[in-house]
Nanobody
Framework: QVQFVESGGGLVQPGGSLSLSCTASENLFFVGWYRQAPGKQRELVASSGPGGVTNYGDSVKGRFTISRDNDRKMIFLLMNNLKPEDTALYYC???????WGQGTQVTVSS
């Protein structure tokens, strides 16, 4: 079973930026960044597949960028122009998650 360790979260003001990192225990064809805000269901915000194909949720399109370093088995999420509604616990995982890591908290507040 693939394991993931996320890092890079923190407190940032609206309009600011954060870069999240995730280390996977193995390389994967498809990976995604998810988030779960308090009282809401977990949602997929960005995904990456073979050949550099990426997809984004409508709420983050144009602001978030997913990238990966396969040599280091790492997946990144660059988040720009952050909004209070981006506040959530962020996770990386496959596109068919079986279990979840601890995630990394992102809080956008003035």
């Amino acid at each position: 079973q693939v394991q993931f360790v996320e890092s890079g979260g923190g407190l940032v003001q609206p309009g600011g930026s954060l870069s999240l990192s995730c280390t996977a225990s193995e390389n994967l064809f498809f990976v995604g960044w998810y988030r779960q805000a308090p009282g809401k269901q977990r949602e997929l915000v960005a995904s990456s597949g073979p050949g550099g194909v990426t997809n984004y949720g409508d709420s983050v399109k144009g602001r978030f960028t997913i990238s990966r370093d396969n040599d280091r088995k790492m997946i990144f999420l660059l988040m720009n122009n952050l909004k209070p509604e981006d506040t959530a616990l962020y996770y990386c995982n496959t596109l068919n998650p079986l279990s979840w890591g601890q995630g990394t908290q992102v809080t956008v507040s003035s």
